[in-house]
């Protein structure tokens, strides 16, 4: 069931749909077996133009979703955690028994969406995040009570084309979300910071974001590599008594380390709120 999909279905294919349906596609799957339901015709037309899949718009076809949901191997839920609950009742009476249900969106928890849909129905939350788009991302999925070793399995291969695929208990996604989910943007945030650091210097604008955004970029690839360790990248930069040296002992004096803590669990804390203003 894993190594081969007789359909797929993609559910509200925005950015992060289309990134993980390119993964599959460039990973072997038909793009025949793929089918993804978008709200605009102008979009169906360019999922099908690019990747040479089923795309149908629900302004055209009301019955989209469960028309894309009807013999499904796996279904992604690809819409805003809000209307996941409405998207999962809708489908339902389109579902095979042994059709595998997965939720991309954050913060929605498996007894929500259990909850939303047949008794028994095997069901995955999963946090990807947005380095799919390069094929570099990482996904961390949970299985539902009704989830057996071969559905988990299928929710893997979706995933597998796009990035590294991990399985957590479902107690541990807030924290995955605070760190892997969230975490492109304090990357980002950190490019950002060196640009304007740059920029302190008297670099003009270009010259420093290029410096900022090249490094974080390299120095991602270099951690990309198989065994590479963040704390051993580091110390082979840092020479005893230099620059880099005195940058990271500024870094600690400031609190840098305890910084990001704070954040990621200020990141974790909002996913659980969302979760119990979802009803979870």
Do not use: W
Request: proline residues 6%; negative net charge; contains cysteine.
């Amino acid at each position: 069931m894993a190594d081969t999909f007789s359909r797929v279905a993609f559910l509200g294919c925005g950015s992060m749909g289309e990134a993980i349906l390119g993964g599959m596609i460039a990973a072997g799957t038909d793009p025949t077996a793929v089918i993804a339901t978008v709200r605009r015709a102008e979009r169906a037309e360019e999922l099908a133009t690019a990747h040479g899949i089923t795309a149908i718009a629900g302004a055209e076809e009301p019955d989209a979703n469960k028309l894309a949901a009807q013999g499904a191997d796996v279904v992604l839920l690809g819409v805003k955690p809000v209307n996941i609950a409405d998207l999962a009742r809708e489908i339902s009476p389109a579902l095979r028994p042994g059709t595998v249900v997965v939720s991309i969106a954050a913060a929605v928890s498996l007894a929500q969406l259990e909850a939303a849909l047949p008794d028994g129905q095997p069901v995955v939350r999963s946090m990807p995040n947005t380095p799919l788009k390069v094929r570099r991302g990482v996904v961390a999925l949970s299985a539902g009570s009704s989830c057996t070793p071969d559905h988990l399995a299928a929710a893997r291969a979706v995933f597998e084309g796009s990035g590294v695929v991990l399985e957590v208990p479902e107690e541990q996604q807030d924290a995955v979300a605070a760190i892997s989910g969230s975490g492109p943007a304090y990357a980002f945030y950190l490019a950002e910071a060196m640009a304007a650091a740059g920029r302190s210097f008297g670099l003009d604008a270009d010259t420093a974001l290029i410096l900022a955004r090249e490094t974080v970029a390299g120095a991602g690839l270099l951690l990309s590599q198989p065994g590479a360790d963040p704390t051993a990248l580091r110390r082979a930069v840092t020479s005893p008594n230099g620059t880099t040296e005195r940058a990271i002992a500024t870094f600690d004096e400031l609190g840098l380390p305890g910084i990001i803590e704070a954040g990621a669990k200020a990141a974790a804390a909002r996913a659980a709120e969302i979760t119990r203003q979802l009803g979870g």
